[in-house]
């Protein structure tokens, strides 16, 4: 089935881009003319009887977003505005060997990654109470974006395969372990927790940001720690936690 476009949508939203486009969905970009400002929008379309009465009962279920402007229908299409989201994406900041712009000026890139760890879990918590369907979503590589020190959602909500407790705590998980790059330098307390976004165990992601907070003051000593050491005792560091590794898994 083919998704029918408009130029205009409910005489205010001027489409300017198409974001995405699937079987029964599509994501745009608009501007709503109405307003002085003109300014930027999400448009999720979903086009199908199905997926319109689904996603408007998830949608009916969201409260307190405050990016969430309203739905409507619009020629048998359920239509979903939000807010548009500026800066860069997550995967352009946070990748192998990036080379991370400080947050306060002369921090260690290990304080900029605990920064911004601290920041994703927050926001984690706070769209927790989302329906799944918008939850999961949101922590999409391609739904983040990083502005002013902090994360900023695309809500470009498209139907996804699974979209449950177990998927949003696998889907912050990768995001955690993409910021934090848990190597042989990083302390065990990290690494181990970083582990429990993958644990049946941890149901809640209350009790995992609670845990986080209790964490961080520990990881934050070791880190300073280890770099407190030589250059030579932290090669020796290194190459011990590493020859310790490779033996677990063996």
């Known amino acids: 089935m083919e998704m ?3 130029p205009v949508i409910k005489a205010k939203y001027k489409v300017t881009q198409i974001l995405g486009l699937r079987k029964d969905y599509a994501t745009l970009s608009a501007v709503n003319i109405m307003e002085r400002e003109r300014g930027e929008y999400i448009l999720n379309v979903y086009e199908s009887d199905a997926l319109s009465r689904r996603y408007a009962a998830i949608y009916d279920e969201l409260l307190h977003c405050p990016d969430f402007i309203e739905i409507f229908l619009s020629d048998n299409a359920l239509i979903a505005v939000f807010k548009a989201s500026y800066g860069k994406p997550i995967d352009d900041v946070f990748y192998k060997g990036a080379n991370l712009p400080a947050v306060e000026k002369g921090e260690a890139a290990w304080e900029t990654r605990l920064h911004y760890a601290e920041a994703l879990m927050h926001l984690a918590l706070t769209i927790s109470d989302f329906p ?8 999409l590589s391609e739904n983040l974006y990083i502005d002013n020190n902090t994360f900023q959602v695309r809500y ?5 395969a699974a979209a449950d407790k177990r998927e949003f705590r ?7 372990f993409k910021i ?4 042989v330098s990083a302390p065990k307390l990290l ?3 970083l582990e429990k976004f993958y644990s049946e165990e941890a149901d809640s992601i209350t009790k995992l940001y609670s845990e986080w907070r209790e964490l961080l003051p520990e990881i934050t000593n070791a880190y300073k720690e280890f770099f407190a050491k030589t250059l030579l005792a932290r ?3 290194v190459i011990t936690n590493t020859l310790k590794r490779e033996r677990r898994k063996k």
């Open 132 to 139: 799944l369907e918008i939850s999961c979503a949101a922590l």
């Open 180 to 183: 934090l790059l848990p190597a």
């Open 235 to 237: 090669g020796i560091a």
């Open 156 to 160: 470009a909500v498209s139907p996804l």
């Open 4 to 6: 029918t476009i408009f």
């Open 191 to 193: 690494g181990a927790f």
């Open 170 to 176: 696998y889907l912050l998980g990768d995001q955690m």
